[in-house]
């Protein structure tokens, strides 16, 4: 027997301690080479992402979202755009968003440097480490870490961006651009979200007002780097499991390594990557605000045995002290409210009591 694989019979046996888990797969990869997935990673055989040929939910092979072209939708071309734009996202629930306004070079700074991070030693990554679902900033690994019973093979770096000069203090001094860069980024995703959302509320038929828009302008921004190392068993285990976003819209970008997978007619479908695109989707908050015509769709994490991935999610929501509802707008007589008025304080309740995976908070919000 080599080395390699003595280690790993030994390794595979899980005799590692709980305090390792807690360090990350990142951390647990390098500590030696891994042939077996641990168990704490291998999820009941119902749950993984591989199934058989004969099952209906057999994985269809990838998917083609509608793309938005985002230059045509601020210019003569938006009524055809926005009607595209509100396919997508009573469709699909998602799309992907090409030629914004964001550089290239942003894009590209931005997953470097968050690449750059995780490749950090652990004791430098170690320093945000906290089961602190508030903190400002927090390193962590899974899914809902002190939760899942199953383990997910990513580990994660969540910032709050928004209102930025009050978080900038607290993040990251390591890598030294990290700051500079992480700010630059956060600052064209808000901005870009506005004028995304702005097209969004005009697609439901809605013209907000300025002190409306003004409520977005004001709302919470999270940044969530996901790090996912090369699993040497991807079909036991997955890298996200399914759920969908709390909050109004994700913008998310990923590097050119596949992963991506969202249900789309009952089925797992891929998501291909297109280099600087990034892939927005609906979150609870707008499924909430539109009354249930636009949808926020379960979406889930595979892993490779080749190549580690990379995604950088940039998640939107309305400020938290503020009551998410159907918009008044969408409302009436034909159109009956379909979702309970909810706020953060109630989300918090709900993720602290159950796990917050599938799409459970949403549905609990719902009136019929
Ligand atoms: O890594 C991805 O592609 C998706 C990440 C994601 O779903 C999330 O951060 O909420
Ligand atoms: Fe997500």
């Known amino acids: 027997m080599s080395p ?27 500590k030696g ?19 058989s040929v004969e099952d209906p939910d057999v994985v269809k092979p990838s998917l083609k979202l509608p793309i938005i072209d985002f230059a045509e939708l601020l210019g003569p071309k938006r009524p055809q755009v926005l009607q595209y734009l509100a396919n997508a996202c009573q469709q699909y629930g ?61 580990d994660f770096l969540k910032l709050l961006c928004h209102p930025l000069p009050d978080f900038l203090p607290h993040w990251p ?19 870009l979200f506005l004028v995304l959302t702005e097209a969004i509320l005009e697609s439901l038929g809605i013209t907000e007002s300025k002190e409306e828009l003004e409520e977005f302008g004001n709302g919470s921004q999270m940044m969530m780097a996901n790090f996912y190392p090369p699993c040497p068993q991807p079909d036991l285990t997955l890298g996200m499991p399914p759920h969908s976003d709390y909050g109004f819209l ?45 949808k926020s769709i379960l979406h889930r994490v595979l892993v490779n045995e080749a190549k580690s991935r990379l995604s950088v999610a940039s ?33 918090l309740a709900y993720v602290s009591s159950r796990e917050p995976n599938k799409k459970d908070f949403l549905e609990s919000r719902k009136l019929q």
């Open 33 to 51: 080479p891994l042939l077996e997935v641990p168990k704490k990673y291998i999820l009941p055989a119902c749950e993984r992402p591989t199934k």
């Open 315 to 347: 998640l939107h929501s309305l400020p938290f002290n503020c009551t998410v509802r159907p918009s008044p707008k969408l409302v009436g007589e034909e159109n009956p409210k379909r979702y309970m008025d909810t706020d953060f304080g109630s989300f």
């Open 173 to 191: 001094t390591s890598p030294v651009d990290f700051r500079k860069v992480v700010a630059n980024y956060a600052e064209e995703t808000k901005h």
């Open 250 to 294: 994700t913008l998310l970008l990923q590097d050119d390594v596949e992963g991506l997978q969202i249900q789309y007619q009952d089925k797992w479908v891929t998501v291909q990557p297109i280099p600087n695109a990034f892939v927005v989707n609906v979150g609870d908050h707008l499924e909430i605000y539109s009354n249930g015509k636009y």
């Open 94 to 154: 998602f799309f992907q968003l090409v030629n914004h306004c964001i550089s290239d070079d942003v894009m590209k700074s931005m997953t470097d440097v968050c690449g750059r991070f995780f490749d950090q030693s652990l004791e430098e990554r170690a320093k945000y480490m906290t089961t602190d679902m508030r903190a400002p900033v927090r390193c962590g690994t899974s899914f809902s870490q002190t939760k899942d019973t199953v383990l997910c093979w990513r």
């Open 4 to 30: 390699a694989m003595a280690l790993n019979e030994q390794r595979s046996k899980d005799d590692i301690p709980e305090s390792q888990y807690q360090k990350g797969v990142k951390h647990l990869c390098e």
